[in-house]
């Protein structure tokens, strides 16, 4: 009887276990919002460069996003940093279509090459500092480009907020405080 009871609740478990794992991969598979471009396409559309990039250093196949393809590189440095969420494509076509006309550009290609020349040679008598994360925040006062680069050089965000200085003085401050990060939360942008 004792056996019987055990090979029971082992069945229930499996059968339990093999229904919550159907479950997870089918949530697993679906993407976590549309995240087709403004016109309704569903790949970006940067096309420059051919070339891919290993996985930044120090992440895990847990901490990339779910879709996680190798990363084009421009000059050699990610096109733009992915996150948790979303993949370096969707991020990049996300703040070209939120911040490209700041910038002046014409399409995405135009975006990318403006931001990484900001964060890569920023202007002479840009501000600089860097997160304890290894992030390097940039402000260009004579422009109001404001600009977030992760270590490797994968741009996290180029905009122009419209507080001007008083928004990298507030970047400023919050890093002495340890403060809430807020550095592309600008203009209701909170993919950084």
């Given at each position: 009887?004792r056996?019987?009871s055990v090979?029971?609740?082992?069945?229930v478990?499996?059968?339990?276990?093999?229904?919550?794992?159907?479950?997870?991969?089918?949530?697993?598979?679906?993407p976590a919002?549309?995240?087709?471009?403004?016109?309704?396409?569903?790949?970006?559309?940067?096309?420059?460069?051919g070339?891919?990039?290993?996985?930044a250093?120090?992440?895990?196949?847990?901490?990339?996003p779910?879709a996680a393809?190798?990363v084009?590189?421009?000059?050699?440095?990610?096109?733009?940093?992915?996150?948790?969420?979303?993949s370096?494509?969707?991020?990049?076509?996300?703040?070209?279509?939120?911040?490209g006309?700041e910038?002046?550009?014409?399409?995405?290609?135009?975006?990318?090459?403006?931001?990484?020349?900001?964060?890569?040679?920023?202007?002479?008598g840009?501000?600089?500092?860097?997160?304890?994360?290894?992030?390097?925040l940039?402000?260009?006062?004579?422009?109001?480009?404001?600009?977030?680069?992760?270590?490797?050089?994968?741009?996290?965000?180029?905009?122009?907020?419209?507080?001007?200085r008083?928004?990298?003085?507030?970047?400023?401050?919050?890093?002495k405080?340890?403060g809430?990060r807020?550095?592309?939360?600008?203009?209701?942008?909170?993919?950084?």
């Amino acid at each position: 009887m004792r056996v019987r009871s055990v090979c029971c609740a082992a069945a229930v478990a499996a059968l339990a276990f093999g229904s919550l794992s159907a479950c997870d991969q089918k949530l697993a598979s679906q993407p976590a919002r549309d995240h087709r471009s403004v016109d309704g396409s569903s790949t970006p559309a940067f096309t420059a460069t051919g070339e891919t990039a290993a996985p930044a250093a120090g992440r895990t196949e847990a901490s990339a996003p779910a879709a996680a393809t190798p990363v084009r590189t421009i000059q050699g440095k990610p096109m733009w940093a992915d996150n948790r969420r979303h993949s370096a494509d969707e991020n990049a076509q996300y703040q070209f279509e939120h911040h490209g006309t700041e910038l002046g550009a014409r399409d995405l290609d135009d975006f990318l090459v403006k931001a990484h020349r900001f964060v890569n040679t920023p202007p002479e008598g840009a501000l600089t500092l860097t997160r304890a994360n290894g992030d390097k925040l940039l402000f260009d006062p004579k422009s109001g480009l404001f600009g977030v680069v992760r270590s490797d050089g994968a741009p996290r965000t180029v905009t122009k907020p419209g507080e001007g200085r008083a928004f990298w003085d507030k970047q400023v401050e919050e890093n002495k405080t340890g403060g809430t990060r807020t550095a592309a939360r600008t203009n209701g942008d909170d993919r950084s």
